[in-house]
């Protein structure tokens, strides 16, 4: 999937190994946010990523720039999982 950002956590000693990935489409949540943010419905039956040509180059980069800030936090966030106590 172009533009997906893939994490994966590493195993702690004494852990038992489980292996978990999280694909997040970086124009898949920028669409989104375009969508909640901005109020800006999806063409019908676009793609996220033709849904984003559909922006003006300007809140295409800054809506892609939150949806890479947000996939970095998820990253840190699931690079940060513990067993619960």
């Known amino acids: ?6 994490y994966r956590r590493p195993t702690m000693p ?3 190994k489980t292996n978990l990935i999280a694909e997040i489409s970086e ?24 849904a984003l040509a ?8 800054w809506t892609l720039a939150m949806a890479r800030a947000a996939i970095k936090y998820f990253g840190e966030c699931i690079a940060a999982l513990r067993a619960p106590n």
């Open 14 to 16: 004494g852990e038992r």
């Open 27 to 50: 124009a898949e949540l920028a669409c989104r946010i375009a969508e909640a943010g901005h109020g800006l419905p999806r063409p019908l039956g676009a793609t996220a990523e033709q």
């Open 54 to 61: 559909c922006l003006d180059p300007q809140s295409r980069e």
């Open 1 to 6: 999937m172009p533009g997906a950002q893939l």
